[in-house]
């Protein structure tokens, strides 16, 4: 069971080194980022081109930015993590600190689907279903 919490800990690691391609190789090839709802650019990203893009273009905004995962939780074939990001905006050079969660899905050893939500809560509520 905490394979799945070492890939998504191994998919954060990349991405906090800017190694997307690594980041990338970690996810199926039609993977899917669902970013939090209250993001100006919420909607699902389909596929590493389109993730790759979205995270080039959020990345660009920052001129720092690490994230942390707290407390991971496997579920089955999921993954639910919170996580709290440190940063720095690239034009306002204002410090930022967030948190929100994270749902992973994974199937044979890969990431298929991530979604965000605001609160843990959110997040398993999500996990449990309907």
């Avoid at 190789?25 to 081109?49: C, I, K, Q």
């Avoid at 790759?52 to 990345?59: F, I, K, M, P, S």
């Avoid at 930015?65 to 720095?88: C, F, I, N």
Wanted: aromatic share 6%; hydrophobic share 40%; net charge negative.
């Amino acid at each position: 069971m905490q394979q799945g919490v070492e890939l998504v800990r191994g998919i954060i690691q990349a991405l906090n080194r800017g190694d997307l391609d690594a980041m990338l190789g970690h996810m199926h090839p039609d993977f899917e980022w669902t970013p939090l709802e209250t993001s100006p650019v919420a909607r699902v990203y389909r596929g590493r081109a389109q993730v790759r893009r979205y995270v080039e273009d959020w990345l660009g905004t920052f001129e720092s930015l690490r994230l942390e995962l707290e407390d991971p939780t496997q579920v089955a074939d999921r993954v639910v993590v919170e996580v709290r990001g440190h940063g720095r905006g690239r034009a306002s050079g204002v410090e930022l600190e967030t948190r929100f969660c994270q749902v992973w899905t994974l199937r044979e050893g890969t990431a298929v689907a991530m979604e965000e939500h605001a609160t843990r809560e959110q997040a398993l509520a999500n996990v449990a279903g309907p």
